[in-house]
């Protein structure tokens, strides 16, 4: 069965520090990767996606997300963050035979200033 | 434009009653999703509607759990005699069409507490 795993559960950071947050799935097939944000209060939302084409994404708010097929993985980057990134991030895959997402557990990120 | 809309927000009620909770889905959206959000657990799949084809039980995690779509727009997802392990919230999402690559819109969800 396919599986996301994101291996930070809480990160915590100063302003400006720089960000990577591991996300790997496992699939052998065509993959559609997806990196969703919870801030505080407020719904899920798309942050950046992954269909195809170029390897690395780029996202709102100055996110990244470089698909690397052989290590299954889809990382999500920021060279420096802000405090208004404080949220929980879910990184999320459907495949080529569903559409369901399947996510990983999170990653909860706090910036202090 | 409005985006999917779920309620009650907060439910809470006894153990072993049924409850139900409601998702107005984006206009214009034909695929519409159930998730649970639970402490430690993440976010599990329950229920994919599609248009007019059989929906995609496969996430329910017992018979307890079922869900319906009507008129291709809102859907109801029905808990019956509710357990305390149910305590979650409960995400609907909704996306354009039958291609895995249209990104799912959440809503805010419902909280559902079991005493």
């Known amino acids: 069965a396919q599986s996301v795993s994101q291996h930070n559960h809480h990160v915590i950071l100063s302003e400006a520090a720089s960000l990577e947050l591991g996300c790997n799935y496992s699939?052998?097939?065509?993959?559609?990767l997806f990196w969703y944000v919870q801030y505080p209060g407020q719904h899920l939302q798309l942050l950046l996606k992954y269909f195809s084409g170029d390897p690395l994404v780029k996202g709102i708010k100055g996110f990244e997300a470089e698909f690397i097929k052989s290590k299954f993985s889809f990382n999500l980057r920021k060279p420096s963050v802000q405090w208004s990134d404080t949220a929980e991030y879910f990184c999320a895959v459907n495949t080529d035979n569903t559409d369901k997402l399947i996510f990983g557990t999170g990653t909860r990120l706090q910036v202090f200033p | 434009g409005a985006g999917v809309s779920q309620s009650p927000s907060n439910k809470v009620t006894e153990k072993g009653k049924d409850v139900e909770l409601r998702c107005d889905p984006i206009s214009g959206h034909t695929a519409l999703y159930w998730y649970r959000q639970s402490l430690g657990q993440g976010l599990e799949f329950l229920i994919y509607f599609q248009g007019n084809s059989a929906p995609d039980k496969s996430g329910l995690p017992s018979d307890r759990f079922s869900a319906e779509r009507t008129g291709g727009s809102v859907s109801t997802l029905t808990i019956q005699r509710t357990q305390q392990e149910d305590s979650a919230v409960y995400l609907c999402?909704?996306?354009?069409?039958?291609?895995?690559?249209?990104?799912?819109?959440f809503g805010d969800g419902t909280r559902l507490s079991i005493l």
């Open positions: 699939y052998g097939g065509t993959v559609n």
């Open positions: 999402a909704s996306s354009e069409g039958r291609n895995g690559n249209q990104p799912q819109h």
